[in-house]
């Protein structure tokens, strides 16, 4: 016998649980299911399908009315900047490089790393992404590893710790004994649910001295992600260099990518890399244009990532809406300056819910374990229902309604790796305040050791006057009058 709507404490490793009469969008060749069950046993998902037979005992969890997807896969978060979530609000990209290299990246310890990333991986649950590459740069030392390391083990979610430090030297801090013993010591035994990259980035000095950390990336079997294509910061002559260093393998993830030309995304095609595409960032801190609308030119596989909470959330509706309408955009621009309409959009719904799920997998090389709802692979999944909301009815076009009309609050059951760890919109066993206070605590220590005045100025970059366009049209009277007085 199985029972309908079991208590969340039911829910037990090795008890077998199944959604029921979900519209379920596999990502695999079995495309979307109207009204069809995905079963879970142990770790793996065992069976998907319309009214499955299942073992005796199974929980089940009634689906109706949502759609079941694979587990979204963020390949490029900074999760440790989790803890100061927001401030950053109005930076430009310069403002970032101040704060992190020379301000804060000053005086951060351990404990702030680890709060940011406990924060970070709590709302990675919590919204469905059940896979998150931490681009953790800021490990000064194998102490801050550990601190970084202790908050993803501490939260039940699938990681990668994409090891780096952008203050040292790759070739150096890559070879040095104490992170390979932090290497040995953290990775020896092989786990899924966390696992290790090298996260560096190249700048195109003319000796390319990053050399020394791609060979130890091969020597430790490691994969790389590097921010690429970063207007004014790496750009065509780093793609040129690792190209002809022959360091340019499928096992390499190009962040943005957003400002190469057309021999550099070539390069990427050819040797079979893949890129982590973060829209909003690139809107926002000038990277150069979301790179879908050229990428997918060339046939590269994209994911898609949030890159740091300081500027932006770790929504992954989000990401994608951006994403769809960003590559759209772009479009219609380059078709009106033709004189031209745009009768059909090249890029659908359903491709960037395959860049959150699959091609995310593929980014992190785990293809073979999740990022599709395929009898064998991982668990990883998330129900999304409402059944209050207006936005969850109709459900006529299932990507479309998960790109476009879907969001956080619809995320009713997450599950990752057989285990559910939130149920009926509410995290199990998981509850936010101790992490808040951590980040409290870390937000306090910033603030005391900046100062009040630079913590103000931080979040509050000046305009410079000479931006100011002068316009006839302004308002001298009235509330607008004190927007223009703002920047006196
Ligand atoms: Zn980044």
């Known amino acids: 016998m199985t029972e309908s709507t079991p208590a969340a404490e039911q829910f037990s490793s090795d008890r077998p649980f199944v959604f029921r009469n979900a519209t379920v969008i596999t990502m695999d060749q079995q495309g979307v299911l109207e009204d069809a069950d995905v079963l879970v046993i142990g770790r793996d998902i065992a069976a998907v399908g319309p009214r499955l037979e299942v073992p005796e005992g199974t929980l089940e969890i009634d689906a109706s009315g949502g759609i ?5 896969v963020d390949t490029h978060r900074h999760m440790w900047q989790s803890a100061l979530r927001g401030y950053g609000g109005d ?3 310069s403002q970032y490089f101040v704060f992190y290299y020379l301000n804060w990246g000053e005086v951060f310890r351990p404990e702030d790393v680890y709060a940011g990333n406990l924060l970070s991986a709590l709302e990675s649950v919590d919204t469905g992404v059940t896979t998150t590459l931490d681009w953790s740069h800021g490990l000064r030392t194998p102490e801050y590893g550990e601190a970084a390391l202790q908050a993803l083990r501490e939260i039940p979610g699938r990681f990668v710790l994409g090891y780096g430090n952008y203050l040292g030297a790759p070739w150096e801090w890559a070879n040095a004994p104490e992170f390979r013993d ?3 010591k953290n990775f020896s035994s092989h786990d899924d649910m966390l696992t290790l990259q090298l996260a560096f980035d190249v700048p195109g000095a003319s000796d390319f001295p990053e050399r020394g950390a791609f060979e130890a990336a091969r020597e430790l079997g490691l994969r790389v992600t590097t921010h690429a294509g970063v207007w004014g910061a790496t750009t065509d002559t780093a793609i040129t260099q690792m190209y002809d260093a022959g360091f340019m393998t499928p096992e390499i ?12 995304y070539q390069k990427i095609a050819a040797t079979g890399g893949t890129v982590s595409v973060a829209t909003e960032s690139e809107q926002s801190a000038g990277q150069g244009y979301p790179s879908t609308w050229a990428i997918r030119k060339h046939g590269i596989p994209a994911s898609l990532s949030m890159d740091t909470s300081v500027w932006w959330s770790a929504d992954f509706f989000s990401a994608m809406r951006a994403t769809l309408s960003a590559d759209r955009s772009r479009d219609h621009l380059e078709a009106h300056a033709r004189g031209e309409t745009i009768v059909a959009n090249r890029l659908r719904a359903e491709d960037v819910l395959h860049m959150a799920t699959m091609g995310g997998a593929l980014s992190i090389g785990l293809e073979d374990r999740i990022g599709s709802l395929t009898p064998g692979k991982r668990a990883d999944i998330v129900l999304i229902k409402n059944d209050e909301s207006p936005a969850m009815t109709p459900i006529l076009h299932p990507y479309a309604h998960v790109v476009y009309q879907a969001g956080t609050a619809d995320v009713h059951t997450v599950v990752v790796d ?3 760890v939130k149920y009926q919109g509410k995290r199990i066993g998981l509850p936010l305040a101790p992490v808040r206070d ?6 306090e220590y910033v603030r005391s050791k ?11 970059p000046e305009i410079p006057v000479d931006e100011e366009i002068e316009n006839p049209y302004r308002y001298t009277d009235g509330d607008a009058h004190v927007v223009a007085r703002a920047h006196d």
Do not use: D, I, R
Not at 438 to 443: D, E, F, G, T
């Open 68 to 72: 079941v997807t694979p587990g979204f």
């Open 91 to 93: 930076w430009a990209l």
């Open 182 to 184: 932090f290497v040995s």
């Open 253 to 264: 993830t190009y962040v943005h990518s957003a400002s190469l030309n057309e021999q550099s």
């Open 418 to 420: 057989g285990k559910v």
């Open 438 to 443: 951590k980040v409290a605590a870390s937000v």
């Open 450 to 460: 900046l100062g009040e005045k630079a913590w103000t100025e931080g979040m509050h």
